[in-house]
């Protein structure tokens, strides 16, 4: 039997998706606590530290984990109907499915779904990500060519790399001394992350980044946060000085590329970029807890380092591929959310306009069949092609809606743990460690990681 045909244990007919299989009252509730819930509670748009402290003592993301795979086991692996507080929601659970959601990204399935619009319009009102339609179209092609999309190294990387060497530096000596934590590491990050985008004018503007923090958090709470207009026209007017005199080595240099017509708003798309910077931040300092706890790991990412001119932009595929194992083990962007903007077919069933389609990418990078490498940390999918292979394994999404970003991350990331890697030795002192001996914990609260650095 496919799977779209398989009858559920409670199949209704009833509402706007017609004969896709509806989840049980009681699996609903579960699915509302177990996923939904947590996720909400850690903040999408930015993480709270209780809550990040709690979940990772919970482990909330194998319990949302095993609530899918179950419900996979017991509903059947295609598209499952679970209204949720009076949305129309479709959760996917299929590799296959979620592939073809993010192909037919933005059309039929759009992106900017109310609750992200409603979420992100905090501090990026007109981000390619909620837009839709011609407005669309010309922000992403913009974001692709100021961000250099399909090169590993962007035109600018020589700029990033010295930036990067010199602020990652300065918190390598100061780790050596005193250890390392999230919050001297955050510092450093923002200070490399503001001269990147913006400029070396940039590097102690840290009230910029404090007033977007304070706009992400009223992101939080999407649909149920009053938009905070006077707050975003301050914070605009703030970048706007500091993207108007960036140089032509800085990301936002880059946005004369495209199309800089009224439509296009381009410094309008630079607020993204510094939220989703957040999310490489904590990537990369994730990525430096697996190889503290996998010696041999950390040697072969120090033998790449080896003869490599950190000044100079490098390659360094093996760290790449860390810092993809640590979003495809944390992913930092754990539901990937569409709208339909038509009714869609799914087997035999049609689901109407408006439908929001889920896929919760914790699930699918740990649990979906395929990869035997689920609960490990093995860099080498992403370096022999099984990762390639697989469709669920998508941190950075697919499809004509793939971050833009993928590769200045990579660029930055990898730079970062080279500087931090290069003689010196870091060991995980908190109290949850990823190590080969045991699944990798589900869920790595970024705030408490801290290390212990010695050199050699
Ligand atoms: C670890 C770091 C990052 C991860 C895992 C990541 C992942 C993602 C994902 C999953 C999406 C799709 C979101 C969706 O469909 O709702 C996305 C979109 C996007 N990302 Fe990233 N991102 C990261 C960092 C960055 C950075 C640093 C930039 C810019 C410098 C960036 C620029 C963008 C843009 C502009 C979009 C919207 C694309 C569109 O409108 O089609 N990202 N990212």
């Not at 992100?120 to 839709?132: D, K, M, V, Y």
């Not at 961000?147 to 100061?174: F, I, W, Y």
């Amino acid at each position: 039997m496919p799977p779209h045909h398989i009858a559920p244990p409670d199949h209704r007919t009833a509402g706007t998706t017609g004969d896709l299989p509806r989840v049980r009252t009681a699996d609903e509730a579960r699915a509302a606590v177990r996923i939904l819930l947590p996720a909400l509670a850690e903040g999408v748009i930015r993480r709270r530290r209780w809550a990040m402290a709690t979940a990772e003592r919970l482990q909330a993301d194998r319990g949302a984990i095993d609530t899918l795979r179950d419900l996979r086991a017991r509903y059947g692996a295609g598209p499952l109907w679970l209204p949720a507080g009076g949305r129309s929601l479709v959760l996917l659970l299929d590799s296959g499915d979620l592939a073809r959601g993010l192909r037919e990204t933005p059309e039929p399935f759009s992106p900017a779904t109310p609750e992200k619009r409603r979420a992100l319009e905090q501090f990026q009102p007109h981000g390619s990500l909620i837009s839709r339609g011609a407005p669309r179209a010309v922000r992403r092609r913009l974001n692709e060519l100021a961000l250099d999309t399909p090169h590993p190294l962007h035109r600018v990387a020589p700029a990033v790399a010295g930036r990067v060497r010199e602020e990652a530096a300065e918190v390598a000596a100061r780790a050596t001394r005193d250890g390392l934590d999230w919050d001297l590491f955050a510092r450093g990050w923002w200070r490399s992350v503001r001269r990147i985008v913006l400029g070396d004018a940039a590097r102690d503007a840290h009230d910029l980044t404090r007033r977007l923090a304070g706009l992400r958090a009223a992101g939080n709470w999407s649909l149920l946060h009053p938009r905070r207009r006077l707050a975003r026209a301050e914070f605009l007017v703030r970048l706007q000085r500091y993207a108007f005199q960036a140089g032509a080595d800085t990301l936002a240099g880059q946005l004369h590329l495209g199309d800089t017509g009224p439509e296009a708003d381009p410094v309008g798309q630079v607020p993204h970029w510094l939220f989703a910077f957040d999310a490489a931040g904590m990537a990369t300092l994730r990525a430096l807890a697996l190889l503290a706890g996998h010696p041999e790991a950390a040697a072969r990412a120090r033998a790449e380092l080896t003869g490599a001119d950190l000044a100079a932009p490098a390659p360094l595929p093996f760290l790449r591929a860390c810092v993809l194992e640590s979003v495809r083990l944390w992913p930092t962007t754990p539901v990937l959310l569409r709208e339909s903007t038509e009714p869609t077919r799914w087997g035999d069933a049609t689901v109407s306009r408006g439908t929001a389609f889920a896929a919760f990418t914790p699930y699918f990078h740990r649990a979906e069949p395929g990869g035997s490498y689920g609960d490990r940390f093995e860099p080498d999918i992403w370096l022999d092609g099984r990762a390639a292979e697989n469709p669920a394994l998508v941190p950075f999404s697919a499809g004509p809606g793939v971050c833009p970003g993928e590769n200045v991350v990579l660029l930055t990331a990898s730079t970062w743990l080279g500087v931090l890697l290069s003689g010196r030795t870091f060991t995980l002192d908190s109290p949850v460690r990823p190590h080969p001996r045991a699944p990798i914990p589900a869920t790595l609260n970024h705030f408490g990681l801290r290390f212990t650095a010695r050199r050699g």
